[in-house]
């Protein structure tokens, strides 16, 4: 557990909201590698555009994040990592559940079925004939009178 100064959520949820995803997938990136040219390389970006990532959320924070000389995290660097990791999943699962929902096309079913079908038949009434059923048979034996019993 790190110890130091607290703030409230209501403070953290603000400095959260006006961070820049990319900003601080660059922060973690520099973490984990322990390079600024590995972090690029991994990202696809130049290791100037990393190093200019890396101050531009320094600045906005207030704080140095990242030592340069070995390459890690400062203790504000380290708490920051423990809500970036997460925020990050959060935020790529957020993207992916939206493309799924963007890629859904709506679908068309086709129904064929016989006029027999759609008709509406009474108790005792074989469907569409208006007869009764005949593989329904009665107590005595007959079908006369029996409801439908369903496999006609």
Request: charged share 20%.
């Amino acid at each position: 557990m790190i110890c130091g100064p607290r703030i409230s959520n209501a403070d953290a949820q603000a400095i959260l909201l006006r961070m820049d995803p990319h900003l601080l997938r660059t922060f973690v990136a520099v973490v984990e590698h322990r390079s600024f040219s590995a972090a690029a390389q991994d990202l696809g970006y130049t290791q100037s555009a990393v190093s200019q990532h890396i101050a531009t959320l320094e600045a906005d924070l207030g704080t140095r994040l990242v030592g340069r000389r070995p390459v890690a995290a400062t203790e504000a660097g380290r708490r920051l990592l423990e809500h970036a990791r997460p925020l990050l999943l959060r935020l790529d699962a957020a993207r992916a559940d939206l493309a799924r929902l963007r890629d859904v096309r709506p679908a068309r079913l086709a129904v064929d079925c016989g006029p027999a079908a759609l008709t509406p038949h009474g108790p005792g009434r074989w469907p569409g004939s208006g007869r009764p059923c005949p593989a329904s048979p009665s107590p005595s034996g007959s079908a006369a009178g029996r409801p439908c019993c369903g496999r006609c």
